[in-house]
C-alpha cells in the first residue's frame, strides 16, 4: 500500500490567499493538532552542556516542531539557531512571522510586543546615539510622539522631509550620519498616500535602507518591498490580527539591502555587518538575506526585550488567515462612504486617495489599484464644535482609539493623537479642529452610512 503524501512544507509560489492560511503552519507532532499550539513556555531545556555552549554562541540546530524554513539559516552550520529563551522567539510566534514575511514577500520578519516596538525595534538596529533619521512629515501622531520624545532623549535626531518629489530637500535632509529613510505606505489619519517608488529611489541612491510603515496597507493592498523598500514594520494590532483584542507588532526583512555595499559607501551599521563578539561572524556574514532580521532579534529584541506573548502571536496568525476577505470589505465599504461623504452638505472635505476627486488619485491607481485602505480623514463644518457634535452623535461607530478592528471606529486627531504638537505643525499637517478620522470596520455600510447620517444631523442642527 502507499503511503499518504507528505504535507507542504515550501509555500513558495502557492497565491496569496492560500499562503494565508498555510505559510509558517505546521502539524503538531505531539497529538495530531492541526492548528499550532500555543507554545506558553519562558524557556527551553538543553540537551546537555555544550548545547548550552552553542546555543548561546547560535550554533546549535533548532529541533523545535514548528516550520524551520523562517530564513534566519547559519551559512557555517546550515541550520536555523536553536532557541534559548522565548524572549528571542517562540514556535507560535515563528508561525505568525513566517506566514507575515511569505505575504509581504520579505526574508524574515520578527515579532514584537507593539507597533511602537516594532518602529523602535527596526530603528535601534540601525542607528544609535549620534545617528540620524529622515522621515516623510505625514506619519502617525505616536510615531512623530515616539521620534521626538523618546528618539530624541536616546541621540537619535529626526528631521522631516514635506515634499517627497523635491530632490533638493532630500539633499538638504540627508547626511554622512543618516542611517534610515522612514516613511508610510498609507499615512495615518489623512490616506495621503506615499509615492514608495519615488522615495525608494532616493534611498538608493544614499545607500539608505528604506523602512516603511504598512499597518494600513497591508500586504493585502500593497507589498513595499515590491516598490524597492528594504524592511516593513507592522502594528499587528490592526488589520493583520483584526479584531482589537491583541496588540502586537512585526519587523520583516526584506533581504534586499546591500549592507557590505553601504558600509564600502561609509554608511555604517555594525549590529548587522560586524561581529558581535570576538570568534563569531557578522550577522551579515553568518545569514545572509536574513541578517538584519536576525540582528533585531539578538541585539535589540532579545536586549530591550519588547517580545510578544505568544497567546497574542497565536491570535496573529489566526488573524492573517482571513486577511485579505477581510480587506475587501474593508475597502469595498469605505469608497463607498467616502464617496458619499463627499457628497453631504455638512462636509467640508474627505480625505481618501480613492476617490476620483483625490489629487492622489493617480498614485492610487497606479500602486494601490485605487484601493487605498478604510482609515481616513473627514472634516466637517463647524471646526471643534461641529467635529464634537458629529462626534456625539454617532452610535454605531465606536468613540474610540485604534483603527483596524472589526468594529468602525471614530476619533478626533486635533485633541488626541496630534494634541501635543503646536498649532503651526498641525496646521501644515493638515490637521484641522474640524477633522474627523474613521476606521470603517465590516459592518453593514448601509448601517454605518445611517450612523454616519445621524452625527451630520447634529451638525447642521448646530
Not at 517562540?90 to 516596538?117: D, F, H, I, K, Y
Not at 457628497?343 to 494601490?368: F, I, K, N, T
Amino acid at each position: 500500500m502507499s503511503r499518504a503524501a507528505e504535507p507542504i512544507a515550501d509555500w513558495e509560489g502557492f497565491d496569496f490567499e492560500t499562503r494565508q492560511v498555510h505559510a509558517g503552519s505546521y502539524e503538531d507532532r505531539n497529538s495530531g493538532l492541526r492548528v499550532p499550539p500555543i507554545a506558553l513556555s519562558a524557556g527551553y531545556v538543553f540537551d546537555d552542556f555544550d548545547d548550552g555552549v552553542a546555543r548561546f554562541a547560535g550554533r546549535s540546530h533548532w529541533e523545535g516542531a514548528a516550520s524551520t524554513s523562517r530564513g534566519e539559516v547559519d551559512a557555517f552550520t546550515g541550520s536555523e539557531p536553536a532557541p534559548v529563551y522565548s524572549r528571542q522567539g517562540n514556535p507560535t510566534n515563528n508561525v505568525a512571522e513566517e506566514r507575515l514575511a511569505s505575504l509581504e514577500g520579505g526574508a524574515v520578519a520578527v515579532a514584537v510586543s507593539s507597533g511602537q516596538a516594532a518602529i523602535s525595534s527596526a530603528l535601534f538596529a540601525l542607528a544609535g546615539h549620534g545617528d540620524h533619521i529622515v522621515s516623510t512629515a505625514s506619519i502617525y501622531g505616536g510615531t512623530r510622539i515616539l521620534f521626538g520624545r523618546s528618539f530624541a532623549r536616546f541621540g537619535i535626531e529626526v528631521d522631516y522631509v514635506w515634499d517627497a518629489e523635491d530632490d533638493a530637500e532630500w539633499e538638504r535632509a540627508i547626511r554622512p550620519e543618516t542611517k534610515a529613510i522612514y516613511t508610510e505606505s498609507i499615512p495615518n489619519p489623512r490616506n495621503d498616500i506615499t509615492d514608495l517608488r519615488r522615495i525608494a529611489e532616493v534611498a538608493a541612491r544614499h545607500r539608505l535602507p528604506l523602512v516603511v510603515d504598512n499597518t494600513v496597507g497591508t500586504p493585502a493592498l500593497i507589498r513595499p518591498f515590491e516598490h524597492g523598500a528594504n524592511i516593513v514594520v507592522h502594528s499587528t494590532t490592526k488589520f493583520l490580527t483584526g479584531h482589537g483584542a491583541a496588540v502586537g507588532g512585526a519587523v520583516v526583512d526584506g533581504g534586499n539591502f546591500d549592507w557590505a555595499a553601504a558600509e564600502t559607501a561609509g554608511r555604517s551599521f555594525p549590529l548587522v555587518t560586524r561581529a558581535p563578539r570576538p570568534g563569531l561572524a557578522s550577522m551579515l556574514d553568518r545569514y545572509g538575506r536574513g541578517a538584519y532580521a536576525r540582528a533585531v532579534r539578538e541585539s535589540v529584541v532579545n536586549d530591550i526585550g519588547p517580545s510578544l506573548s505568544p497567546f497574542n502571536g497565536f491570535l496573529l496568525h489566526q488573524g492573517m488567515e482571513t486577511l485579505s476577505l477581510r480587506m475587501d470589505r474593508h475597502v469595498e465599504s469605505s469608497q463607498r462612504i467616502a464617496a458619499w461623504l463627499e457628497e453631504q452638505p455638512e462636509v467640508e472635505s474627505v480625505d481618501y486617495a480613492g476617490l476620483p476627486s483625490s489629487p492622489l488619485h493617480a498614485l492610487a491607481q497606479r500602486d494601490y489599484a485605487a484601493r487605498t485602505g478604510s482609515v481616513f480623514g473627514v472634516t466637517v463644518r463647524g471646526g471643534r464644535e461641529g467635529a464634537r457634535a458629529f462626534f456625539d452623535g454617532l452610535r454605531l461607530f465606536s468613540r474610540m482609539t485604534g483603527i483596524g478592528d472589526t468594529r468602525s471606529m471614530v476619533l478626533h486627531p486635533a485633541s488626541s493623537t496630534h494634541a501635543s504638537f503646536a498649532p503651526e505643525l498641525n496646521e501644515r499637517l493638515g490637521i484641522t479642529e474640524g477633522l474627523l478620522r474613521l476606521s470603517v470596520g465590516l459592518e453593514s455600510a448601509d448601517d454605518l452610512i445611517a450612523d454616519l447620517r445621524g452625527g451630520l444631523d447634529r451638525v447642521a442642527a448646530r
